[in-house]
Each structure stands twice: as structure tokens, then as C-alpha cells.
């Protein structure tokens, strides 16, 4: 008697079947693990040592792309800071013309000529600036120079493109000014150190620290009510007969880059109304 | 021609500086003075073309067209160092660096005291003495000092771009 054999096809899919139920039953778990296990990491070594490989053959090329691409960043990078200084710089004079012109409309019984700072004096004992507006432009001797803050001095000097300014802060100069609230007159000096100080100040006047210290008009020199700035202190001496009074400039002098020329002021000379020595009198 | 175009080019630089410049940096009260500077720098570097003093009053012209102090008083105070350093000139001058130091020392007391006379007296400047010496002078010799040896580093490249091989110092 004859066994008829299963066909094969049979055979395969009833192992197969088998190996599915017992996969999707979950038996086949550690036997899969184990088999996959190497598998996987072989292949993630290959792709490892694959990708090496590939890297380095295409690095000649990357660095090349990498320098050119480096070289570009960097000049934009320079000429975008160049246009940011640009623009600082721009943004900072357009506050400095802001605050000149806030002071001309703040003062409009004046005109005012706009000049650059382009120098100083040399010598360390004088403090002058040198601006870049001349008789061509209407400056001549004795016309008072502000900035936004206040009164830096007066012009002594004038060539067709140029002038020269002396500060108030100079040893030689001397200001009439009028102390506020206690409408106190004094006589603004300067000094080799760059320091302001008030003299002729009586010793009964009401002067304390904070108050207001304005150009007084008196002398003809200065028009009236241009802020010098303010009374940094005071000392009373028992055998003086004036009060010492230091004063903070409004102007940061340090820092003068643009200046406002009062060009419709004409100084007076009252020298020759100076009593002098030996003159007749009535 | 060339070395007289060089040296009066580059004063005429330095006094440019001077005003633009180094006038606003300060030791206190005091600046470094670079025409003085310069000029010590060029006669150390420069020996046959012309004598310390005309490099001195070449100074002093152009010093006078940017300071307030009366006409002349720039050709006045370069040209007494410019005298100073022709009296020395035969006993220092063969080593570089002592010439150099010894020009910017006397250099600089001269011009402060001479500035300092000037303002003091010819402009009525009522500047006490003791502040002008501690917060004028002495900062200024100071700054000088320290700044001689960079500006003959630079003065000498100068030179030796502009000058001929036998003007040259050794």
C-alpha cells in the first residue's frame, strides 16, 4: 500500500503559515532578536565606514566650496559693518543737527551759521578750536559760538574758509554772566586745567549748587540769557571778599564736533568808554 | 630736492596731527608733542641735507598757522630748540637713540617754558606756574618720552623711503 506524498507547495505553506502564527503569537521574539541583532550591526558599520569614505573623497571639493563660501560671508560680514558705522555714525550727527536745531528754534531772535570742528590749538596752555567756516561765510571776529548745550565761546580769528574760536574755557578768557535764580552778576574765567569758575561773586549773594549760570549781556560781547551752565560749588572765606564759585560747563568741550555761529551779533567795543588814566573829565 | 620736499611734507603732517588729533588726547592737561617729536625723529634720521635748525623753523612756520599764540612765537620757540640741538650736535650726535632722547628731553622743556612765558606773559594769561609745571609740562614730557621711540620707528621708515642711502644715519 502506497502513501501519497504531500505536495511541496503544501508543505512550504503549511510551514510558513506556521511560522507566521507563531511570529504573530509572539514565540518567535528571542529567535529574531538573535538573528538580527549582528545583522543590523554589520550593516550600521558598513553604512559607517561607507559615509567615511564618501566624506573623504568629497572633502577636497567641500573645503574649496567651504573657503569660497567663508571669503564671501567675510566680506559681506566687513561691508555690512561698514554700513552699520555708516549709519551710527549718520544716526549720531542727525541727533547732534536734532539738538543744534531745537537750540535755534528755542533762541530764534538769532542766525546761526552751522560750522565742523576741524582742530585745536597745538599748545596745551590754550584751549581753541578751529572751525571750517570763514569770512566767505559771513563769520567774522567777536561772534559768539554755541551748541546745543550752550555757549562755547567767541571767534578771534578769521580766514576765508576757516575761524578761530576761543573756548570760555580758556585762561584768557572772560564772560559777564548772571547766576539764576539770584539774578547775581559775576565774571565767568577759565583756566589752564579747563575748569569754569565765577569771580566778583559778594559774599551776601544767595548762589548755591544746581542754580543756572546765563550770559548777562553786559560788556557787549555776549548776547544775553545763553546758558553756561550750572554752580558745581561755593566757598565762603572769612578774610575774602568774594565767595569762590566753580561752575559745570553746559558744553561737553571734549566732545565738540558741530558748533552754531551767531552770525546777526555784533559785538560792542565799550573800550574807549573805559575811563583810562590821566583823561579829562568834566 | 626730494629730502627737502620729504621732511617738509611729513612736519607739516605732524603739525596737521597735532591739531586734529593728538590735541584732544591728555594726560591731565598735558599732549603729546608730535612736531617735536617728528622733528627730533627726522634730524636724528637725516644728517647732510640740512642743518636741525632749518628743520626746526620749518616746525615753527607751520606751528604758527594753527596756534593762537601771536605770530612768530612758533618760529621763536622751534627755533631756540633747533639752536639747542645745532650747539649739541657735534657731541651727541653719533649715537642715534642718545641724540634722540636728548633732542625730546630739551625739546620739550624748551617749548613748554617758552609756551609758557608767552601765554603767561605776552597774552596776560593768569596761569599759576606750579599748574602749568604739574599739569602742563610735566605730562607733556612724559607723554613725549614714552612716544619718541614709536614715532622714530615711524619716521625712520620715512626716511629711508625718502632720503638717499649716504643721508641716512648709521
Redesign the interface.
Known sequence: MTRRALPSWLLIALVLSGLLLLALGGYLGPLVRVVTTPVVRAQAAVVRYARAVGDYLRTPTDVQALRRRNQELEAQVAELQTQLALLQQQVADLELYAALLDFARAHPQHEYKTAQVIGRDPSPFLHYIIVNVGSDDGVRPGMPVVSAQGLVGQVVAVIPRAARVRLITDPTSRVSVRITPSNTEALLVGSVTGDLSLEMVPLDAEVNPGDLVVTAGLGGEYPPNILVGQVLSTRRLAHALFQEVAVQPATAFADLRVVLVIVNFRPVDIAPLVPTPGAGGP | MRVYLGGLALLLLA?VL???VV??W?L????V?L?LLVWAAWVTRERRAAPPWFWALAVGAF?DL????PLGAGLLIYGAVGGVAQLVRGRLWQTSYLMLFALVLVGSLLTQSL??GL?RFL?????PFD??LT??MLP?LLLNLVAALPVYAVVAEWADWVLPADNLAP
Do not use: F
Open positions: 603739525v597735532q591739531s586734529a590735541a584732544q591728555h591731565l592737561r598735558g599732549t608733542d612736531p606751528w594753527y596756534a593762537a599764540l609756551s609758557y601765554v597774552m596776560q594769561a593768569p596761569i599748574a602749568a599739569q602742563v607733556t
